[in-house]
């Protein structure tokens, strides 16, 4: 019986087998980032939002427009300018339900972030300005002890473009040396005592990214005096402070 013959192997180019190694490797790597994307997405809750949804989030931007009109007028009927001419105000809220206009006049205050404090000088505009942004927003008078240990322990400044923390006195000289303040002690007491160069020293200070209180925020928008967390706490602000810091 005759020997078969060996059949000859298929040859397949080098290239070939390089392009379907690469093939493979890319669909592996495409398949892990899809199951990557995936479990993200479930670990922030990723939600898809309902027509409804959309359309009373639109109604309550709208609603918080209309509110934000109206405090304003009670605010020139009253014509109410606090005791105290210095301020801290917290922004404590504000997201999905705030109308662009209200969004504006935070950061217009520099308050870009839900627990970011600024100081400011009281007067009839700012307190108009408060008036608009009131429920998202708490404030009061800082006294001597609440100023020194919010520079001291959170201060943080403007300094050649970057965030430089307060730490160093050669910082200070060197941005407000011009108006007499050399040093932190000196930035407190231009603070409290609201003085001459109030704006130039709260401009250097960086808006206070504050802790989040323990339960002292309830998330409720009405005013404080009636039983909510916004608006003015007067004295009571310390208190609030001394959580937060």
């Given amino acids: 019986m005759a020997e078969e013959e060996p059949k000859p192997l298929n040859y397949i180019p080098e290239v070939i087998l390089k392009k379907r190694k690469n093939n493979e490797e890319w669909a592996i790597r495409r398949k892990q980032q899809l199951e990557q994307r995936v479990k993200k997405l479930k670990s922030d809750n990723f939600v898809i939002k309902k027509p409804e949804q ?30 105290s ?18 969004r ?23 307190m108009e300005i408060l ?23 959170k201060g943080v400044a403007k300094f050649e473009k970057q965030r430089v923390p307060l730490t160093d006195n050669n910082i200070v000289e060197q941005a407000l040396g ?43 928008r009405r005013r404080y005096k009636d039983g909510g967390d916004s608006g003015n706490r007067e004295d009571d602000i310390n208190e609030l402070l001394r959580k937060m810091n």
Avoid: W
Avoid at 115 to 121: A, T, Y
């Fill in 54 to 83: 959309f359309i009373r989030e639109y109604r309550d931007r709208e609603m918080d427009l209309v509110q934000m009109k109206n405090r304003k007028k009670q605010l020139i009927r009253s014509g109410v300018i606090p005791d």
């Fill in 85 to 102: 001419k210095l301020l801290f105000v917290v922004r404590i809220g504000g997201k999905n339900d705030m109308h662009p206009n209200t």
């Fill in 104 to 126: 504006k006049v935070l950061y217009s205050l520099r308050l870009r972030r839900v627990f970011n404090g600024v100081f400011l000088k009281a007067n009839g505009r700012i």
């Fill in 131 to 153: 008036k608009k942004v009131e429920p998202y927003i708490t404030y009061g008078y800082p006294n001597l002890k609440s100023v020194k240990d919010l520079i001291y322990k």
């Fill in 178 to 220: 011009q108006f007499n303040i050399i040093c932190l002690e000196d930035i407190v007491n231009e603070i409290t005592n609201v003085g001459p160069h109030f704006q130039e020293v709260s401009s250097f200070l960086c808006p206070f990214t504050l802790n989040k209180p323990v339960k002292a925020l309830q998330g409720k």
